[in-house]
């Protein structure tokens, strides 16, 4: 028995939202894997706020139509594929399908697409590997941080020397008077 239209037409709209809320999708092949290892991928996904979709490719090109950025999929949606749809935790998403590939050695990285581009593996394992998007907030943060600190240093130094400079003119007044007066005084 096939599936019906509105059968159809769920799964649809299930893959649209997953694609809206991600912000990377990995398209692997999955050929030859068993029921169990497919099971076994989705639950080392989970940590890291990935979900591992198994769907017709004419279902998924179906569903990246509304959202261009997801277009250059459709340049991997060939043989049986599955999808790593990452909300959060790319890094730990990737270290999770690298884990995974090591021990089924069954699965092929066909290409991933983010921002409207489509990724090589390498392109993906170099933004796993940039820190946490907390942790590089923190950095500019922490940058920011002390640049306005040395700013307000410099601006408070500005007065600072101002009345430095205020103080010093009496007393260089004072001595400038008191040499002239020395001068008139040896002269006569």
């Not at 923190?138 to 240093?153: E, K």
Request: hydrophobic content about 40%; some cysteine; aromatic content about 4%.
């Amino acid at each position: 028995m096939g599936r019906t239209r509105e059968n159809k037409a769920e799964i649809i709209e299930d893959l649209k939202q997953l694609l809206s809320e991600s912000q990377l999708a990995v398209v692997i092949d999955y050929q030859g894997l068993s029921v169990a290892e497919i099971t076994d991928l989705r639950r080392k996904l989970i940590p890291a706020g990935t979900v591992c979709k198994v769907t017709k490719n004419t279902f998924m090109e179906i569903a990246i139509k509304e959202y261009e950025q997801w277009h250059p999929m459709t340049d991997l949606l060939k043989g049986q594929s599955a999808f790593l749809l990452v909300k959060d935790d790319i890094g730990g998403a990737y270290k999770a399908y690298q884990e995974f590939r090591k021990v089924a050695k069954k699965s092929e990285f066909r290409g991933g697409v983010m921002q409207g581009q489509i990724l090589t593996e390498d392109q993906v394992k170099s933004i796993a590997d940039l820190p946490p998007k907390e942790q590089l907030m923190a950095q500019i943060a922490g940058a920011l941080n002390s640049i306005t600190s040395q700013l307000a240093r410099g601006i408070n130094e500005v007065p600072s020397s101002l009345a430095r400079g205020i103080n010093e003119v009496p007393s260089s007044l004072g001595r400038g008077i008191q040499a002239v007066a020395n001068k008139e005084d040896s002269a006569a």
